[in-house]
C-alpha cells in the first residue's frame, strides 16, 4: 500500500482520483446554496461532512472495484453531497436535492466542456504529423493545469452568474411536479452511466473514439444544462404561483378589514351622535360660563368622524376617514379632490382594497421622512374622456427600489415584499385599467386609468 | 412668465404665498408675474381673461372663495384653480369649479410646491399659439387644437384636422418638437395623437373620432404615464 502511495503522490494520479471530483462537486455545491440559513455548529457539521466525501473518495480508491461499477463512485459521493447540505443548512430535504442536482448538474457540465476544449478538439483537428507536436504540450503539465483552471472558471461564473444567482434572489419555491423531478434524477443517473464509457472504455485518442467521445461529452453537457434549465424555470413558475395566492388572500383579507371597518365607523358615529345630544341637553342646564365653554370642547371633540372629508360614495368615506384619522396621528398632511361619479364601476371589495393600497404606500413613504413639513399626500379622483383617473402623489425620501416594474417595500417579511403594489397592479388589470408610477424629483406619483365602460 | 392672481384677505397669508412663490421661482427656473386682491368682490368686478392661474382663499368675508370661483368659472373656464384653505371638507367640492388642488393653512413650503407643480403642469395645456405647416399647396397656420392626430409615411407626415388633411414634408421628430408635448401624445411609431379627442382606450388601442389606432407594446408605459398626466391635469 505504502508503494502504491508514493506512486500516487509523484503525480497527479493523486489529485485526479480522489481529490478532484469531490472538490469539483463541493465548489459547485457552494455557489448553489451558500446564501441559506446555517444549522447551529455549522463550521463543525460543513467539515465533518466535507472529510466524509473526501475520505469516502480516498478508500473507494484505494481499492477501486474494477470496469463499470467504479462509476458509483460519483453517484455515492452525490448522495453524499446532498446529505452535506440537508445537515449543514436550514433547508427542507427536497430542496437539498435540487441544490445537490444543480450542483452536480454544473460540475459535469465544466466537466465536459473542460475536456472537450482542452484535449478532444485540439487533437481532432490536427493531422497526423502535429500530433506528436500537439501531444506534447497536450501534457505539459502548464497547458494542464492552465486549460482546467480556465475551463472550470468559465463554465462556473457563467452558470453561477446566469442561474444560480436568480435561486438567490427570488428564492427556492419549490418544484410542484414531483414527476418531472424523477426524471430529472433519472436523467441525471444516465448522465453518470454515459460517462462512464467516455472515461473507461476507450484508448481516448485514437480517431473513431475521439468522436465517440465529443458526442458523448456533448450529450451529457446538454443532458445536464436541460436539468439545470427545468429546475430554474420551476422554480421561477412555482414563485409567480405562490405571489398570486398571496395576492389573492392580501385581497381576502382586506374585504374582511372593511366590514370591520365599515361596522367600527358606524358604532362610533352613533356612540358619538347620542353624546353630542346628552352633551347638549346638559349644558343647557349649566349657568357657568367656564363649565358651558369646557363643554363645548368635549362637543366638538365627538366631531371626531364628522370633521372628516364625506362624499356620496361610502366606501371612499369610510376608507379615507380610517386613512386620515391615521395621517392625524402621524403629522401627515392628506388632502383629497373627490369626484365619485364613475366609482361605482369598481365593486367595494376592489375599491376598498385599492385606494387602501394607494394609501398605505403614501403613508408608508412619507413616514420615512423626519420633517413632518415633507409628509404631504395628494391624491385626486376624477373622470375625463371616458376614463376614470385615480391619481396620488407624495414625498418620498428613501431610495426605492423596483422589481417586475413596480417599486418594492423595505418592510416587513422579505417574501412579502410589495404585495400592496402587486395587489393594485392586479385590481387595475381586472379592470382593463393601467397603472403607471414615476418618481422624480422627492414625488412619487402614481396614476390609475380605468376605461368607464357602460 | 406666468400669470397669477392671489385672493386673499389676511394679508400676513398673503405675505407667506409671495415668498413661497419667489422661493419656487428660484428652486424650478420659472417666474411669476403676480397680483393681489383682498377681497373677491374686487376679483371679480374687473375679471378679464388674463391669468394662468388662480389662488384662492375659501375663509372670506363677503363672497366665500368656493361661490367666487363659481363666479370666476361662468367667465373663464380655461385658468387654473387652487384653493388656499382651513378646513377640507370645502376642497371636496372642488371639483364642481374644476380647481386642481387645494393647499392647506398653515402654508407649508413642500405642500405648496408639489401642488404647485401639480397646477403648473394644468396650465401647460392652455393657451396654445398657432403652428405652421409647410405643405406642397403653402404654409397654413394651425391651431394644436385643431389637429386631430398626425401619421407618419415614409418621408411624409398627414396632419388630420378639423379644416382638412394637410400633407407636410416633415418627420415625426419634427412634429413632436412643434406640437405641445403633454396634448400630443405618440401611441406607436407611426401616430401622433391629440389626448383631448381620444374618445376611449383600452390596453392595446385608441379609439380618435371613429378612427381605431393601437398603441405599441413598447411605448404603452409612456402613453399611459403621460395621458393619465393629461387626464389629472385638465380636471
Known amino acids: ?454 | 412668465m406666468y400669470q397669477v392672481a392671489i385672493v386673499e384677505d389676511n394679508p400676513q397669508d398673503a405675505e407667506v404665498l409671495t415668498q413661497m412663490l419667489k422661493e419656487f421661482e428660484k428652486q424650478n427656473q420659472v417666474s411669476f408675474h403676480w397680483t393681489f386682491y383682498p377681497n373677491s368682490d374686487d376679483f371679480l368686478l374687473h375679471y378679464k381673461k388674463e391669468f394662468d392661474l388662480i389662488f384662492m382663499d375659501i375663509e372670506m368675508p363677503g363672497l366665500n372663495g368656493m361661490d367666487a370661483a363659481t363666479e370666476m368659472r361662468k367667465k373663464d373656464t380655461d385658468v387654473t384653480l387652487v384653493f388656499i384653505t382651513n378646513m377640507a371638507q370645502y376642497a371636496l367640492r372642488g371639483y364642481s369649479v374644476n380647481a386642481v388642488d387645494y393647499i392647506l393653512k398653515p402654508l407649508n413650503f413642500y405642500s405648496f410646491s408639489m401642488k404647485l407643480k401639480k397646477a403648473l403642469r394644468n396650465i401647460r395645456h392652455h393657451g396654445q399659439e398657432l403652428i405652421t405647416l409647410k405643405t406642397s399647396d403653402g404654409l397654413f397656420r394651425i391651431s394644436p387644437s385643431d389637429i386631430y392626430y398626425v401619421e407618419v409615411k415614409g418621408h411624409y407626415l398627414t396632419y388630420y384636422t378639423n379644416r382638412g388633411d394637410f400633407i407636410s414634408r416633415a418627420t415625426m421628430t419634427d412634429a413632436e418638437n412643434q406640437l405641445p408635448q403633454n396634448l400630443f401624445l405618440r401611441c406607436n411609431k407611426c401616430y401622433l395623437v391629440n389626448a383631448s379627442y381620444i374618445t376611449s382606450v383600452n390596453s392595446s388601442c385608441l379609439i380618435l373620432n371613429d378612427t381605431e389606432i393601437s398603441i405599441s407594446r413598447t411605448r404603452k408605459d409612456s402613453f399611459f404615464q403621460s395621458y393619465a398626466q393629461y387626464l389629472g391635469g385638465t380636471v
Open chain 1, 1 to 454: 500500500m505504502t508503494a502504491y502511495f508514493i506512486r500516487m503522490l509523484s503525480s497527479f494520479q493523486l489529485y485526479d482520483n480522489w481529490i478532484k471530483f469531490p472538490l469539483e462537486l463541493l465548489i459547485a455545491v457552494v455557489l448553489f446554496t451558500y446564501w441559506l440559513p446555517r444549522r447551529e455548529h455549522f463550521a463543525a457539521r460543513i467539515s465533518f461532512l466535507t472529510l466524509a466525501m473526501f475520505g469516502f473518495s480516498l478508500v473507494w480508491n484505494l481499492n477501486p472495484i474494477a470496469g463499470f461499477w467504479n462509476v458509483l463512485q460519483y453517484l455515492f459521493i452525490f448522495m453524499l453531497s446532498i446529505v452535506l447540505i440537508f445537515f449543514s443548512y436550514k433547508c427542507s430535504f427536497w430542496h437539498a436535492i435540487y441544490a445537490g442536482i444543480s450542483a452536480y448538474a454544473l460540475q459535469h457540465i465544466a466537466n465536459g466542456f473542460h475536456t472537450l476544449v482542452a484535449f478532444y478538439i485540439p487533437v481532432l483537428f490536427s493531422g497526423s504529423d502535429s500530433y506528436l507536436f500537439l501531444s506534447n504540450i497536450l501534457n505539459s503539465t502548464i497547458y494542464q493545469i492552465c486549460s482546467y483552471l480556465c475551463s472550470y472558471a468559465i463554465i462556473y461564473t457563467i452558470i453561477y452568474y446566469s442561474l444560480a444567482k436568480k435561486i438567490k434572489q427570488d428564492g427556492f419555491y419549490g418544484i410542484d411536479n414531483k414527476t418531472f423531478s424523477f426524471f430529472i434524477s433519472i436523467l441525471l443517473i444516465f448522465v453518470i452511466i454515459l460517462n462512464y464509457f467516455r472515461v473507461y472504455y476507450n484508448d481516448a485518442f485514437s480517431r473513431e473514439n475521439i468522436i465517440i467521445n465529443i458526442t458523448i461529452s456533448l450529450y451529457s453537457i446538454i443532458g445536464c444544462l436541460f436539468a439545470l434549465l427545468i429546475i430554474s424555470g420551476f422554480n421561477q413558475q412555482s414563485r409567480l404561483n405562490h405571489s398570486l395566492e398571496v395576492t389573492k388572500q392580501l385581497i381576502h383579507m382586506q374585504k374582511k378589514q372593511y366590514q370591520m371597518s365599515e361596522e367600527t365607523i358606524n358604532l362610533i358615529n352613533i356612540k358619538c351622535h347620542d353624546l353630542k345630544h346628552q352633551i347638549s341637553a346638559v349644558r343647557k342646564n349649566i349657568s357657568d360660563k367656564d363649565s358651558r365653554d369646557a363643554l363645548k370642547e368635549v362637543e366638538a371633540a365627538t366631531n371626531i368622524y364628522d370633521s372628516v372629508v364625506k362624499t356620496k360614495n361610502e366606501t371612499v368615506n369610510i376608507i379615507l376617514t380610517e386613512k386620515s384619522l391615521l395621517c392625524e396621528q402621524n403629522h401627515i398632511q392628506l388632502t383629497c379632490m373627490i369626484d365619485e361619479k364613475n366609482l361605482s364601476l369598481i365593486s367595494v371589495t376592489d375599491l376598498y382594497s385599492m385606494l387602501g393600497n394607494i394609501l398605505d404606500n403614501a403613508i408608508e413613504a412619507v413616514l420615512k421622512i423626519p420633517d413632518y413639513n415633507q409628509r404631504v399626500i395628494s391624491l385626486s379622483i376624477s373622470s375625463a374622456h371616458n376614463m376614470l383617473l385615480i391619481h396620488c402623489e407624495n414625498y418620498y425620501q428613501s431610495n426605492l427600489t423596483f422589481q417586475d416594474g413596480l417599486p418594492v417595500s423595505d418592510k416587513g417579511n422579505p417574501k412579502y415584499h410589495g404585495y400592496g403594489m402587486k395587489s393594485l397592479k392586479y385590481l387595475c388589470e381586472k379592470y382593463h385599467g393601467n397603472l403607471s408610477i414615476l418618481a422624480e424629483d422627492d414625488i412619487f406619483y402614481l396614476d390609475i386609468l380605468i376605461p368607464v365602460v357602460r
